[in-house]
Protein backbone atom coordinates (compact mmCIF):
# COMPACT_ATOMS: atom_id res chain seq x y z
CA UNK A 1 0.00 0.00 0.00
CA UNK A 2 0.58 3.78 -0.03
CA UNK A 3 2.79 5.11 2.95
CA UNK A 4 1.83 8.47 4.65
CA UNK A 5 4.28 9.67 6.81
CA UNK A 6 3.57 12.98 9.34
CA UNK A 7 5.72 15.61 10.91
CA UNK A 8 6.37 16.24 13.76
CA UNK A 9 4.76 13.55 15.59
CA UNK A 10 4.66 15.52 18.69
CA UNK A 11 4.03 19.61 18.73
CA UNK A 12 3.81 21.56 21.96
CA UNK A 13 2.82 25.37 21.88
CA UNK A 14 1.83 27.75 23.38
CA UNK A 15 -1.64 29.74 22.73
CA UNK A 16 -0.80 32.08 19.76
CA UNK A 17 1.61 30.62 18.17
CA UNK A 18 1.64 29.07 14.62
CA UNK A 19 2.28 26.04 13.39
CA UNK A 20 3.06 23.85 10.38
CA UNK A 21 2.35 20.40 9.94
CA UNK A 22 3.25 18.23 7.09
CA UNK A 23 2.15 14.60 5.22
CA UNK A 24 4.95 13.11 2.79
CA UNK A 25 3.48 10.40 0.76
CA UNK A 26 4.99 7.26 -1.52
CA UNK A 27 2.43 7.16 -4.20
CA UNK A 28 0.38 9.58 -6.57
CA UNK A 29 -3.11 9.87 -5.24
CA UNK A 30 -6.52 11.28 -5.84
CA UNK A 31 -7.47 12.65 -2.52
CA UNK A 32 -5.80 14.22 0.30
CA UNK A 33 -7.66 15.01 3.32
CA UNK A 34 -7.10 16.10 6.69
CA UNK A 35 -8.76 15.58 9.81
CA UNK A 36 -8.73 16.31 13.53
CA UNK A 37 -9.39 13.60 15.90
CA UNK A 38 -11.17 15.72 18.75
CA UNK A 39 -10.37 14.05 23.17
CA UNK A 40 -13.79 11.70 22.28
CA UNK A 41 -12.22 10.36 19.66
CA UNK A 42 -14.49 11.48 16.54
CA UNK A 43 -12.24 12.73 13.76
CA UNK A 44 -13.45 16.11 12.57
CA UNK A 45 -13.30 16.97 8.72
CA UNK A 46 -10.41 20.03 8.11
CA UNK A 47 -10.06 19.76 4.63
CA UNK A 48 -10.79 17.89 1.61
CA UNK A 49 -7.64 18.93 -0.88
CA UNK A 50 -6.42 16.48 -3.46
CA UNK A 51 -4.29 19.50 -4.73
CA UNK A 52 -4.08 23.58 -4.30
CA UNK A 53 -4.77 25.52 -1.41
CA UNK A 54 -7.67 26.30 0.59
CA UNK A 55 -8.35 28.27 3.71
CA UNK A 56 -10.65 28.36 6.66
CA UNK A 57 -10.41 30.32 9.65
CA UNK A 58 -6.92 30.31 11.17
CA UNK A 59 -6.74 27.20 9.24
CA UNK A 60 -5.28 26.80 5.85
CA UNK A 61 -4.00 23.85 3.94
CA UNK A 62 -2.03 23.34 0.24
CA UNK A 63 -1.53 19.87 -1.20
CA UNK A 64 1.68 19.73 -3.94
CA UNK A 65 0.45 16.67 -5.80
CA UNK A 66 3.47 16.17 -8.35
CA UNK A 67 6.01 16.37 -4.54
CA UNK A 68 3.58 14.17 -2.82
CA UNK A 69 3.36 16.59 0.02
CA UNK A 70 0.68 18.16 1.82
CA UNK A 71 1.53 21.13 4.57
CA UNK A 72 -1.54 22.55 6.92
CA UNK A 73 -1.09 25.52 8.54
CA UNK A 74 -2.44 26.85 12.04
CA UNK A 75 -2.46 30.14 12.87
CA UNK A 76 -2.79 32.21 16.00
CA UNK A 77 -3.31 28.61 17.97
CA UNK A 78 -5.86 28.16 20.61
CA UNK A 79 -5.96 25.33 23.29
CA UNK A 80 -9.49 23.78 21.38
CA UNK A 81 -7.19 23.28 18.63
CA UNK A 82 -5.42 20.31 20.80
CA UNK A 83 -5.63 17.07 19.75
CA UNK A 84 -4.29 14.53 16.85
CA UNK A 85 -4.15 15.53 13.12
CA UNK A 86 -4.19 12.77 10.54
CA UNK A 87 -3.71 13.06 6.82
CA UNK A 88 -5.53 10.22 4.72
CA UNK A 89 -4.61 9.77 1.15
CA UNK A 90 -6.40 8.02 -1.39
CA UNK A 91 -4.94 5.87 -4.42
CA UNK A 92 -8.38 5.67 -6.66
CA UNK A 93 -7.12 1.85 -7.69
CA UNK A 94 -7.94 0.64 -4.61
CA UNK A 95 -11.13 1.49 -4.38
CA UNK A 96 -12.88 2.99 -0.84
CA UNK A 97 -9.65 2.63 1.03
CA UNK A 98 -7.96 5.85 2.49
CA UNK A 99 -4.57 5.50 3.98
CA UNK A 100 -3.79 7.15 6.91
CA UNK A 101 -0.25 8.31 8.93
CA UNK A 102 0.32 8.16 12.48
CA UNK A 103 -0.77 11.69 12.92
CA UNK A 104 0.80 14.72 14.69
CA UNK A 105 -0.25 15.09 18.35
CA UNK A 106 -0.90 18.91 19.28
CA UNK A 107 -0.89 20.60 22.53
CA UNK A 108 -1.98 23.89 23.15
CA UNK A 109 -0.66 25.30 27.01
CA UNK A 110 -2.90 28.63 27.69
CA UNK B 1 -29.58 15.39 8.96
CA UNK B 2 -26.91 15.40 11.44
CA UNK B 3 -24.31 12.91 10.28
CA UNK B 4 -22.94 10.01 10.71
CA UNK B 5 -23.86 7.79 14.02
CA UNK B 6 -23.07 5.43 15.44
CA UNK B 7 -23.88 2.73 18.10
CA UNK B 8 -23.15 2.27 20.85
CA UNK B 9 -20.27 4.15 21.77
CA UNK B 10 -18.76 2.39 24.42
CA UNK B 11 -19.04 -1.86 25.02
CA UNK B 12 -17.54 -3.80 27.08
CA UNK B 13 -17.57 -7.41 26.65
CA UNK B 14 -16.29 -10.77 27.88
CA UNK B 15 -13.51 -12.66 25.60
CA UNK B 16 -15.30 -14.94 23.68
CA UNK B 17 -18.52 -13.21 22.76
CA UNK B 18 -20.49 -11.74 20.27
CA UNK B 19 -20.35 -8.10 19.38
CA UNK B 20 -22.41 -5.92 16.86
CA UNK B 21 -22.35 -2.09 16.00
CA UNK B 22 -24.57 -0.09 14.12
CA UNK B 23 -24.05 2.58 11.83
CA UNK B 24 -26.42 4.95 10.04
CA UNK B 25 -24.64 7.25 7.16
CA UNK B 26 -25.54 10.23 5.75
CA UNK B 27 -29.07 10.20 4.16
CA UNK B 28 -27.52 10.56 0.80
CA UNK B 29 -24.56 9.12 0.84
CA UNK B 30 -24.04 5.78 -1.35
CA UNK B 31 -20.77 4.66 0.12
CA UNK B 32 -20.14 3.26 3.48
CA UNK B 33 -16.62 2.42 5.48
CA UNK B 34 -15.18 0.92 8.56
CA UNK B 35 -11.88 1.24 9.61
CA UNK B 36 -10.26 0.28 13.09
CA UNK B 37 -8.50 2.06 14.95
CA UNK B 38 -5.44 1.43 17.62
CA UNK B 39 -3.97 3.27 20.79
CA UNK B 40 -1.58 5.88 18.91
CA UNK B 41 -2.17 4.53 15.30
CA UNK B 42 -4.11 6.50 12.39
CA UNK B 43 -6.72 4.17 11.30
CA UNK B 44 -6.86 1.06 9.35
CA UNK B 45 -9.68 0.54 6.37
CA UNK B 46 -11.78 -2.47 7.60
CA UNK B 47 -13.88 -2.61 4.38
CA UNK B 48 -16.74 -1.05 2.17
CA UNK B 49 -20.30 -0.66 0.62
CA UNK B 50 -21.27 0.89 -2.25
CA UNK B 51 -24.93 0.71 -2.14
CA UNK B 52 -25.78 -2.95 -0.72
CA UNK B 53 -22.63 -4.49 -2.22
CA UNK B 54 -19.66 -4.87 -0.13
CA UNK B 55 -16.73 -4.22 -2.88
CA UNK B 56 -13.48 -4.44 -0.63
CA UNK B 57 -12.44 -6.53 2.49
CA UNK B 58 -9.04 -6.03 3.99
CA UNK B 59 -6.71 -8.71 5.28
CA UNK B 60 -7.70 -7.64 8.62
CA UNK B 61 -11.00 -8.50 8.32
CA UNK B 62 -10.89 -12.14 9.72
CA UNK B 63 -13.19 -14.88 9.50
CA UNK B 64 -14.75 -13.40 12.56
CA UNK B 65 -15.75 -10.36 11.31
CA UNK B 66 -18.61 -9.80 9.25
CA UNK B 67 -20.59 -6.24 8.10
CA UNK B 68 -23.57 -6.03 6.00
CA UNK B 69 -25.99 -3.64 4.51
CA UNK B 70 -29.24 -5.39 3.43
CA UNK B 71 -30.71 -2.40 2.25
CA UNK B 72 -27.90 0.47 1.29
CA UNK B 73 -28.43 1.96 4.33
CA UNK B 74 -27.50 1.31 7.61
CA UNK B 75 -24.77 -1.02 8.05
CA UNK B 76 -23.73 -3.64 10.89
CA UNK B 77 -20.51 -5.25 11.72
CA UNK B 78 -20.25 -7.89 13.42
CA UNK B 79 -17.54 -9.76 15.87
CA UNK B 80 -17.68 -13.16 17.23
CA UNK B 81 -15.79 -14.99 19.78
CA UNK B 82 -13.96 -11.93 20.19
CA UNK B 83 -10.49 -11.60 21.60
CA UNK B 84 -8.23 -9.00 23.39
CA UNK B 85 -6.72 -7.82 20.50
CA UNK B 86 -9.87 -6.53 19.01
CA UNK B 87 -9.89 -4.14 21.47
CA UNK B 88 -10.29 -0.87 19.84
CA UNK B 89 -12.45 2.10 18.00
CA UNK B 90 -14.35 1.32 15.62
CA UNK B 91 -15.10 3.70 13.11
CA UNK B 92 -17.94 3.77 10.59
CA UNK B 93 -17.94 6.95 7.71
CA UNK B 94 -19.26 7.76 4.65
CA UNK B 95 -19.00 9.63 1.16
CA UNK B 96 -21.02 10.29 -1.91
CA UNK B 97 -19.42 8.71 -5.04
CA UNK B 98 -19.69 7.26 -8.12
CA UNK B 99 -16.31 6.86 -9.80
CA UNK B 100 -12.95 5.87 -8.36
CA UNK B 101 -12.44 8.37 -6.14
CA UNK B 102 -13.27 7.49 -2.50
CA UNK B 103 -15.22 11.18 -2.41
CA UNK B 104 -14.76 13.18 1.13
CA UNK B 105 -15.13 10.37 3.90
CA UNK B 106 -18.02 12.20 7.05
CA UNK B 107 -16.78 9.85 9.95
CA UNK B 108 -18.85 9.15 13.18
CA UNK B 109 -18.09 9.65 16.10
CA UNK B 110 -17.17 5.83 16.70
CA UNK B 111 -17.82 2.52 18.74
CA UNK B 112 -14.74 1.68 21.72
CA UNK B 113 -14.62 -1.90 21.92
CA UNK B 114 -13.11 -3.62 25.13
CA UNK B 115 -12.36 -7.27 25.62
CA UNK B 116 -11.70 -9.06 28.91
Known amino acids: GIQVEQSPPDLILQEGANSTLRCNFS?????LQWFHQNPWGQLINLFY???GTKQNGRLSATTVATERYSLLYISSSQTTDSGVYFC????????????FGRGTQLTVWP | DTGVSQDPRHKITKRGQNVTFRCDPI?????LYWYRQTLGQGPEFLTY????????KSRLLSDRFSAERPKGSFSTLEIQRTEQGDSAMYLC??????????????FGEGSRLTVL
Open chain 2, 49 to 56: FQNEAQLE
Open chain 2, 93 to 106: ASSLSWDTNTGELF
Open chain 1, 88 to 99: AVDRGSTLGRLY
Open chain 2, 27 to 31: SEHNR
Open chain 1, 27 to 31: DSVNN
Open chain 1, 49 to 51: IPS
